[in-house]
């Protein structure tokens, strides 16, 4: 029998056919060279409207294009955090996160959140906070719990960064994925807080454009920017130019595949939300944004990773453990109190 992998931060779709011809154009037209290493204006363009669309106003001319989000991430720690710095980060989390702390010298600091609707308490982020946090990352709709962070949980958090003088790192991945007619709302829209976010987002999710690898920086500042940029100039330098136009086809052009996809992975967290559901010992909360399913297995007794060992033996499905996503699901008392964590399945 084939294993079923369910466990990654993979659309099950493929990339819709127009940017696959844009990119395919822009080759045809002779866009193989190096360009403009600030990206092409139209792309960064793009990006600008994008997010005057959410409130936020941003000069194109301080858009930082990146290969894949996930440079993003490295990219916001080396501009914002330095050795022995602390940077605060919600509970569970997104564990690719974690990977370049080592390396960077600074430290994590976790904030619990509710398990029953991921939900967090602004108290517990103050008692987080010591004079060597510099950040806090924040990501709404979230990976892995799917949650959409409320009004008051953005204000919440937007006093705190003023007060506290923490800048806000907000990975905006998930931003065009939401349910029920959820709103994404970006923290840099609120009074004062443009100047206090750095913004990341990307098109593999929303796009299906993981192997593509495109990101973007929304830095909240000219000298942030400066600091990126000399970043960008001393690793990857520049993305190809077929490929920003590709990315811009994504942006600016017909949406309509981005609302078939939602409308897929919709369908698809019903039937998961229920099939969990209807399992003896498990509760799991219906996720308002992001492809992600969280259930919670711990009165079955098992860490998270011998669970995920039991369903790959026994149902030949592969799920992400869910210790991997934070602190708060490792063993904190003789009763186990992990979660396992699958990404919605390919197929209702």
């Known amino acids: 029998m084939r294993l079923i992998s369910i466990g990654g931060g993979e659309p099950e779709y493929d990339t819709p056919s127009n940017i696959i011809d844009a990119m395919k154009q822009a080759m045809d037209d002779g866009y193989t060279h190096y360009g403009d290493f600030r990206h092409i204006p139209e ?27 996930t440079m993003g991430i490295y990219m916001a720690y080396k501009a914002f955090l330095e050795r022995g710095d602390e940077l605060i980060v919600m509970d569970p989390c997104f564990f690719g996160y974690f990977m370049a702390v080592e390396e960077q010298g600074f430290k994590t600091i976790p904030v619990k959140r509710s398990k029953e609707d991921w939900s967090f308490s602004i108290e517990d982020v103050y008692a987080a906070t010591t004079d060597k946090t510099k950040a806090l990352l924040m990501c709404s709709p979230d990976n892995p719990t799917g949650a959409i962070l409320s009004d008051t949980e953005l204000k919440e958090l937007a006093e705190y960064s003023k007060e506290k003088g923490v800048k ?7 931003d065009e994925i939401r349910y029920d007619g959820a709103e994404f709302k970006s923290i840099a829209a609120l009074p004062d807080m443009k100047e206090n976010t750095l913004i990341l987002n ?16 929304i830095p ?20 190809n130019q077929a490929l920003q136009y590709a990315s811009l086809e994504a942006l600016n052009g017909p949406q309509d595949s981005v609302r078939e996809m939602v409308k897929g992975y919709r369908e ?15 509760s799991i909360s219906k996720p308002k944004g992001a492809f992600y399913a969280f259930p ?22 592969a799920i992400t453990p869910g210790h991997l996503f934070g602190d708060c699901l490792l063993y904190t008392s003789p009763s186990p109190r992990d979660l396992s964590t699958s990404r919605m399945p390919s197929s209702a």
């Open 43 to 69: 792309l960064r363009k793009a990006v600008s409207d994008k997010y005057k669309r959410y409130g936020v106003e941003v000069d194109p001319e301080q858009v930082i294009i990146t290969p894949g989000s």
């Open 168 to 174: 806000i790192i907000s990975d905006d991945i998930y």
């Open 202 to 217: 990307g098109l593999s999710k929303t796009y299906a454009m993981t192997g593509w690898r495109v990101g973007y920086i």
């Open 220 to 239: 909240p500042n000219k000298e942030t920017y400066d600091k990126l940029f000399s970043i960008q100039m001393s690793t990857y330098l520049v993305l």
């Open 268 to 282: 698809k967290r019903e039937y998961v939300v229920d099939t969990w559901n209807d399992i003896p010992k498990v």
């Open 296 to 317: 919670d297995l711990s009165a079955y007794g098992m860490s998270s990773a011998k669970m995920a060992q039991y369903i790959r033996e026994e149902a030949k499905v």
